[in-house]
């Protein structure tokens, strides 16, 4: 079956603009975590969707935003990017019937670079 | 203050050579440490970890948790190239709503295996 799909795969954005990331989960796959990776900081937790409901959060601050569909798909948005931005981020499903992400498959991540 | 500290941060081996990553945690209410393999770009599950002293295998990979000292070790004997990436520790906690989970990674492992 389709693994996890994220797009785009890469794009560039300039401080100030802002940005859209998409993520489809496994099929079947109800929850949907995003983390963002740096260099410095490893995987940091965004935050959970499952049921289209913002189930955890991590503690990023209000620029950052999701949301869920009613198909699982989950969007997130940043809002008046800055340079420290750039990263990679990474979406993950898992089934999770319970709250919980436990075991999760990664998408190949989108790549935000911003000048 | 970091809940899921990984060691080393880097390790570079020789082919054949036998490696031990290490991951300690301090984290409140304590579910599962699971490892991920990182070498492109989507995090690879490998093990989940619940109870103490219970070796989990696969093919030259295993690992043991000890929750008493609260850390795990990942050992990968007879490296090949392939075993060339990032090492990822994560933790699942019970999160601050209660009844939900969140997931907290290292900052990772990055082997090195030279041919």
């Known amino acids: 079956k389709a693994g996890v799909t994220q797009t785009p795969r890469y794009l560039i954005k300039t401080r100030g603009q802002q940005v859209t990331l998409s993520c489809s989960p496994i099929?079947?796959?109800?929850?949907v975590s995003w983390y963002q990776q740096t260099p410095g900081q490893g995987l940091q937790f965004l935050f959970e969707?499952?049921?289209?409901?913002?189930?955890n959060k991590g503690n990023f601050p209000g620029r950052f935003s999701g949301r869920q569909f009613s198909n699982s798909r989950s969007e997130m948005n940043v809002s008046t990017l800055e340079l420290g931005d750039s990263a990679l981020y990474l979406c993950?499903?898992?089934?999770?019937?319970?709250?919980?992400?436990?075991?999760?498959?990664f998408g190949a991540g989108s790549r935000l670079t911003v000048l | 203050e970091d809940k899921v500290v990984q060691s080393p941060l880097s390790l570079v081996v020789h082919e054949g050579d036998t490696v031990t990553l290490n991951c300690s945690y301090e984290?409140?209410?304590?579910?599962?440490l699971l490892w991920y393999k990182q070498e492109k770009k989507a995090p690879t599950f490998l093990f989940m970890l619940?109870?103490?002293?219970i070796e989990k295998k696969s093919g030259r990979l295993s690992s043991i948790l000890d929750k008493k000292e609260l850390f795990s070790i990942l050992n990968i004997t007879a490296t090949q190239t392939g075993d060339s990436a990032i090492y990822l520790c994560?933790?699942?906690?019970?999160?601050?709503?209660?009844?939900?989970?969140?997931?907290?990674f290292g900052k990772g492992t990055l082997l090195t295996v030279n041919p």
């Open positions: 993950a499903s898992s089934w999770s019937g319970r709250s919980g992400a436990n075991v999760l498959t």
């Open positions: 984290v409140t209410n304590f579910r599962s």
């Open positions: 994560a933790v699942e906690e019970r999160g601050s709503g209660g009844s939900n989970y969140k997931l907290t």
């Open positions: 969707y499952f049921s289209e409901t913002q189930r």
């Open positions: 619940t109870s103490s002293g």
């Open positions: 099929s079947g796959h109800r929850s």
